[in-house]
């Protein structure tokens, strides 16, 4: 049996669904993840990295190179400033390659989301054997190299996934999926088996590539979204009582670059100024919505399920 992926995510609207509350009564967690990342200078399977031509494409390897060699030591000066937890999305062949970055890492308990191998080798139309082996290598490369640390979720290299993704991480132990930016909680995903396992919201806003890079956003102007995107569901958590997420996602190429710095100060700033922020990892949000709430918004779901098939067939539909 296979679930396609929009077979998975059951609609519960926020205005009627059970209340998700966060610990110590907070309003909003907020979750940062730092996309460190490996891009090949050939690609396997061939392809063209960021739709230019042919490998090797020096121009768009070497930028992103900066982020690990430089960038990514300028952010964790702030991150240790603010001591912001963060959830590293990270290619997980650095792991082994640039052992400085992975013991940097480790040593600020930064928690790690897969985000592949490389980030050029996307897992769409990967075969259910291959996806099965990936994995189990994704979970011996972070118990080898990672403190027998297991990983807890995935964001797909390249936001890549097959009807298969979501069975197979939660075989393999992990327990939640950050590809379907749907929602502003964690939702349950429906799964073969009903193991538990849950979408954590990540951002294509809050981002700094589509963002900056892309949408030639000013470093100013992306931290002023990012603080209207928190003020204004911190007042309507106020109002309705549901806890919920908003994640910034960074890279060290962009989010570490000199005229970048002082926005990212900026923003932690504002974060670390709230007491109504519970500042987290995508692991510990997981950890809480699974033993507190999962159980409650699966039945409330399903509930609904059942409510809106009864109507569509009492119409004839």
Not at 18 to 28: A, Q
Not at 61 to 86: A, C, Q
Request: glycine letters at 8%; a negative charge; aromatic letters at 10%.
């Amino acid at each position: 049996m296979t679930i396609r992926n929009n077979e998975r995510l059951w609609y519960a609207p926020m205005a009627t669904r059970p209340r998700v509350e966060w610990p110590g009564g907070k309003l909003l967690a907020f979750w940062h993840a730092p996309n460190v990342e490996h891009y090949d200078w050939i690609a396997p399977g061939g392809g063209s990295p960021q739709g230019r031509i042919a490998f090797p494409d020096a121009q768009h390897y070497m930028h992103r190179d900066s982020g690990n060699r430089v960038g990514l030591w300028r952010m964790l000066r702030i991150v240790d400033e603010f001591e912001m937890p963060s959830t590293v999305s990270l290619s997980l062949s650095l792991l082994e390659e640039q052992p400085e970055v992975r013991d940097a890492m480790f040593e600020r308990g930064w928690e790690i989301m897969s985000h592949g191998i490389s980030n050029l080798r996307p897992i769409y139309d990967m075969p259910y054997d291959e996806e099965d082996a990936f994995y189990a290598l994704s979970q011996r490369l972070s118990e080898t190299y990672y403190g027998g640390r297991r990983i807890k979720g995935m964001l797909g290299p390249k936001i890549s996934g097959t009807d298969n993704t979501v069975d197979l991480m939660a075989a393999h132990g992990m327990q939640y999926f950050a590809d379907f930016i749907h929602d502003e909680q964690p939702r349950p995903l429906r799964t073969v088996g009903d193991a538990p396992i849950v979408s954590m919201p990540y951002s294509f806003m809050l981002n700094d590539v589509p963002m900056v890079h892309v949408r030639s956003l000013s470093a100013s102007d992306f931290i002023a979204l990012a603080k209207a995107q928190i003020d204004r569901s911190l007042a309507d958590s106020e109002r309705d009582g549901q806890g919920r997420v908003v994640c910034l996602a960074t890279h060290p190429f962009l989010a570490g670059q000199p005229w970048f710095a002082g926005a990212l100060r900026e923003l932690f700033a504002h974060v670390r100024a709230d007491e109504r922020i519970w500042a987290t990892t995508a692991g510990a949000i997981s950890d809480h919505y699974l033993a507190h709430h999962y159980d409650a918004q699966v039945d409330f779901a399903r509930t609904l399920a059942d409510e809106h098939a009864a109507l569509l067939t009492e119409v004839g539909a």
